[in-house]
C-alpha cells in the first residue's frame, strides 16, 4: 500500500466509522436517558446526552492497533492503547455515578507511568528523551510526565462549549501528521495523527453547536492521553518547537486560567466557568462563533510549526502573539447592534 493511500484511509476510514459510531452511540444513550443536565457552571441550557467519546475512541483505537501492528515497532504503542483503555474505563464511571479526583488521578498517573516506561526500551522514539539531553534521563523522565499529566487534565477541562474538544483534536492531530510528513519522521506518526483526527472529525459532526450530544470524560480523558503522547514522541523526535506550537491555544487558556486561580485561592479541581473560552460565550459569542476563532489561530499555529522545521525557535514570538491576541479578543464583550 503506498504512504498517500494508507493517509487518505487513516482520515477518511476513521472520519466515516467515527460518525457512524456516534450516531448509534447517541441513540444507546438517548435510549437510556445518560444526560448532562445543566447547572450553574454548565454554558447548556438543556440536558443533552453525554458519553459521545465512546465513538470516538471505539474508532481511534482499533485504528492505532491496526498502524501499530504495520509499523516498525508494533509493541511501541502497546502501553498507549492499554492506559487509554483503563482511563475510558475509569471516565466511564466518572460520567455515570461521579468519582473523586483521588481515583481519577491515580488511574491517570498509572496510565503515564507505564507509557514512559514501555517496553522496548521506551513508548517514544529513539532514546525517548524529549528534552534532549538537557536533562538527566531522570529528570527528563519526571518533567515529561507531570508535562503529559497536565495535558491530560487541560484537555478534560477544555471539552466545556460544542465543537471544541472535536475541533482542537482534528487540529492536533492533522497538525501531528504534517509535521511529522515535513520531517521525515516515522510512518506511524503521520498515520496516527490522521486517524485521530478522522475520529475527532466524525464526533464534530454530531457535536458542532448546537451539539447533539457531548464527548464526556470517556472520551476527553482518554483523547488527552493519546494526543499527549503524540506530542511528546513528536518533542522525542527533536521537534519540541513544533510539539508545543501545535496544541498552543489549549496550554495556554488552560494553564493561565489555573494558574489565575491559583492565585487567587480558588479550588482548582473543581469545575468552573472562567476559561477565556467560556467567558466569551458569557459575553455574547455563541459556541461555534468562538470554535471557528480557535480554529482560526490554530491553522496560523499548525502553519508556524511546519516553518518551525527551518526556522526552529524563532517562529515562537509570532506565535505567542497570536494566541495573546485570541485570549484578549475571547475576554472582549461583544457590542450589541445598534
Known amino acids: 500500500m503506498s504512504g498517500a493511500l494508507a493517509l487518505a484511509l487513516a482520515l477518511g476510514g476513521s472520519f466515516a466509522l467515527s460518525w457512524l459510531l456516534t450516531g448509534r452511540v447517541l441513540a ?3 435510549r437510556k436517558a445518560i444526560l448532562d443536565h445543566p ?15 465512546w465513538g470516538v475512541m471505539l474508532t481511534l483505537l482499533p485504528a492505532w492497533a491496526v498502524i501499530a501492528a504495520t509499523a516498525d515497532d508494533p509493541l511501541r504503542a502497546l502501553p498507549i492503547l492499554v492506559g487509554a483503555v483503563a482511563l475510558m474505563a475509569v471516565s466511564w464511571m466518572d460520567d455515570r455515578r461521579g468519582l473523586g479526583p483521588a481515583p481519577r488521578f491515580l488511574a491517570q498517573i498509572a496510565a503515564v507511568v507505564a507509557g514512559l516506561s514501555a517496553l522496548p526500551g521506551s513508548a517514544l522514539p ?5 528534552f534532549q539531553g538537557l536533562l538527566p ?12 499529566l497536565w495535558f491530560v487534565n487541560l484537555f478534560n477541562f477544555m471539552d466545556g462549549i460544542d465543537g471544541l474538544a472535536g475541533g482542537e483534536a482534528a487540529s492536533i492531530g492533522a497538525g501531528l501528521a504534517l509535521v511529522a510528513a515535513l520531517a521525515g519522521l516515522d510512518p506511524a506518526l503521520a498515520l496516527y ?3 485521530a483526527a478522522g475520529a475527532a472529525l466524525g464526533f464534530l459532526m454530531w457535536n458542532w453547536y448546537p ?4 464527548m464526556g470524560d470517556v472520551g476527553s480523558v482518554p483523547l488527552g492521553f493519546t494526543l499527549g503522547w503524540l506530542l511528546l514522541a513528536l518533542a522525542a523526535s527533536g521537534l519540541w518547537v513544533a510539539a508545543l506550537l501545535i496544541p498552543a491555544y489549549f496550554l495556554a487558556d488552560a494553564t493561565f486560567t489555573l494558574l489565575r486561580r491559583l492565585v487567587e485561592g480558588k479550588k482548582v479541581w473543581q469545575a468552573h466557568r472562567e476559561h477565556f473560552y467560556q467567558k466569551a460565550t458569557q459575553r455574547g459569542r455563541s459556541h461555534a462563533q468562538v470554535v471557528r476563532l480557535v480554529l482560526m489561530l490554530n491553522a496560523a499555529l499548525l502553519l508556524l510549526a511546519a516553518a518551525s522545521l527551518a526556522l526552529g525557535w524563532v517562529v515562537l514570538p509570532a506565535a505567542a502573539a497570536a494566541v495573546v491576541l485570541l485570549l484578549a479578543l475571547l475576554a472582549r464583550p461583544v457590542r450589541a447592534a445598534a
Open 28 to 30: 444507546y444513550l438517548r
Open 39 to 53: 447547572n450553574d457552571r454548565s454554558s447548556h441550557s438543556i440536558p443533552t446526552p453525554r458519553g459521545g467519546g
Open 126 to 130: 529513539g532514546d525517548g528523551l524529549v
Open 137 to 148: 534521563f531522570w529528570a527528563d523522565r519526571l518533567v515529561a510526565a507531570v508535562g503529559w
Open 193 to 195: 495523527g490522521l486517524a
Open 211 to 214: 451539539a447533539k450530544l457531548f
